[in-house]
């Protein structure tokens, strides 16, 4: 009895708050979706219940989503659910955030979530910056062939299982090697220039080996062991393994569960691993324009949607767009077509409980709020790609710059910088027109676009 008189009290919570929830479906435009809903909102990083309830009744009247994103708290079923049922009860709706070390628990909480804020959980966030790590970082990769493989993508290479040990691949071209011939371990280094080095331990100096005919793997013995030949092989081991991710989050929960993530680089391969919206990094003073035209690209030919994540563009205090520049950025967005406009809002160094944001940073989303959304001279998504600029098939460049790896794996040659340079006339060409998109034969570009520009040409 006591638990049926608490459902029907929340139940009769949440019926009331999305009477006071903040009205934004509105100027949205033409919409392929059924949901006309435009999310605006802000993350919470910190550790505490209260302080989230503290920037939850901040943002509240102005803003229509929060995001949990929390590293500590993640793993804390209680606190989640506290501060769900505060924001749907302040008339939000609620994101989820879920790393590695919270969706792999037997005991998650989307495994026992019971459904209590019904249309107001939008979903869950479901790792952080895939693309970004395959680039720049480091992330463990499923070989969908040989499931005992290790693979790891390190920050400059690639490491995977070898017989009795590992190999690492780097960036410009050395092989390291760790494996036991049944008497000790090797460690071994081997130069593209032919050279080979060995070590008595992994702390001792390198000694050359002048006879390498005794040597368990040539050079190209062992680079034939690479797991990533080639970007066709990066893009199965970087798909399959965030669809793995993402099938395994489901079904801890429903097969409909709506999955989300943030990334400032190879959208559409997040978009082909299943995400249903990918929340595109405005950051740094990476291009605006160019970071639209990959997501909004990237969105509608897999006919999802997609959302703005704002976060720093300082490494340093205050960490975030001044005021005015993170309105311009979220009045691009909506412009734009972006579904979710979301502040990051989160450093080591922050202090109080609304993190990063300062009054006018809230005033700048109130601003939002009242101006851009209420504008009877302003539509979301009114600025519509009439260009398309396509890339190679599985091009994994990051597109940053003109020497942006690809894939991780690669420096950039001249063909990279050419396409990069292409790229940036093309942008120049049609500025927030432009869609960048991929050659894929089941996503192609025929027909939907009047204007297209391959990688190879010049806009």
Not at 104 to 109: F, K, R, V
Not at 261 to 267: G, K, M
């Given at each position: ?22 009205n ?34 901040k ?16 793993t ?24 590695v070390?919270?969706y ?6 989307l495994?026992?979530y ?8 939008l979903?869950?966030?479901?790792n ?9 970082g ?15 993508k390190t ?20 092989v ?50 690479c ?23 489901r079904?801890?929960y ?5 999955v989300f ?7 559409w391969f ?29 969105a ?7 959302g703005?994540m704002i976060?720093?563009?300082?490494d ?14 979220m ?15 989160y ?23 009242k101006?851009e ?17 396509v890339?190679?098939?599985n ?29 940036q ?35």
């Open positions: 009895m006591t638990l049926a008189i608490v459902g029907v009290a929340l139940i009769a919570v949440i019926s009331a708050s999305s009477l006071i929830a903040i934004y479906a509105v100027n949205l435009g033409e919409q392929d979706s059924s949901d006309k809903t435009l999310y605006v909102g802000v993350t919470y990083c910190g550790n505490s219940v209260s302080d989230a309830k503290l920037l939850i009744d943002v509240k009247n102005y803003t229509n989503l929060f995001v949990l994103q929390s590293g500590s708290l993640q804390n079923n209680e606190a989640i659910n506290q501060i769900g049922d505060y924001a749907v009860k302040s008339g939000m709706y609620f994101i989820v955030y879920m790393g070390s919270s792999a628990l037997a005991n998650n909480w495994s026992s019971d459904g209590r804020w019904g249309d107001n959980f979903g869950v966030y479901v952080d910056e895939p693309g970004g790590k395959m680039l720049d480091s992330t463990y990769l499923n070989d969908p062939t040989n499931r005992l493989n290790t693979i790891t920050e400059n290479g690639v490491r995977c299982s070898i017989t009795n040990g590992t190999a690492t691949f780097l960036r410009n071209g050395t390291i090697v760790r494996f036991w011939d049944s008497t000790k371990f090797n460690f071994l280094t081997y130069y593209p220039n032919g050279t080979v080095t060995n070590r008595a331990s992994a702390m001792d100096p390198e000694v050359v080996v002048n006879d390498t005919s005794d040597l368990t793997y040539s050079y190209d013995q062992l680079w034939e062991q797991p990533i030949q080639n970007s066709d092989d990066a893009a199965e081991l970087f798909v399959n393994t965030s669809n793995n991710t993402i099938t395994s989050v079904n801890d429903n097969s409909t569960l709506k993530t943030s990334d400032y680089a190879l959208d997040d978009y082909e691993s299943g995400y249903d919206a990918v929340f595109a990094e405005f950051c740094w003073n990476q291009s605006v324009t160019r970071d639209i035209a990959l997501a909004r690209g990237a509608d030919a897999f006919g999802k949607d997609w703005a976060t720093w563009q300082y340093k205090a205050p960490y975030l767009p001044y005021a005015d520049e993170m309105y311009q950025r009045c691009a967005a909506y412009e734009n077509g972006a579904k979710y406009i979301i502040i990051f809002n450093a080591d160094d922050m202090q109080g409980p609304y993190g990063l944001l300062d009054q006018p940073r809230f005033d700048a989303l109130e601003r939002f709020y101006d959304l209420n504008s009877t001279f302003v539509m979301h998504n009114e600025i519509k790609a009439d260009a398309a600029f890339l190679p098939h091009y994994g460049s990051g597109l940053r710059n003109q020497d942006d790896t690809v894939w991780g794996m690669w420096t950039a040659n001249q063909t990279d910088r050419q396409i990069w340079q292409n790229m006339n093309a942008l120049s060409t049609y500025g927030q027109k432009l869609d960048i998109v991929y050659e894929d034969p089941t996503h192609p570009v025929t027909g939907r676009y009047p204007q297209v520009t391959y990688w190879n040409q010049t806009a």
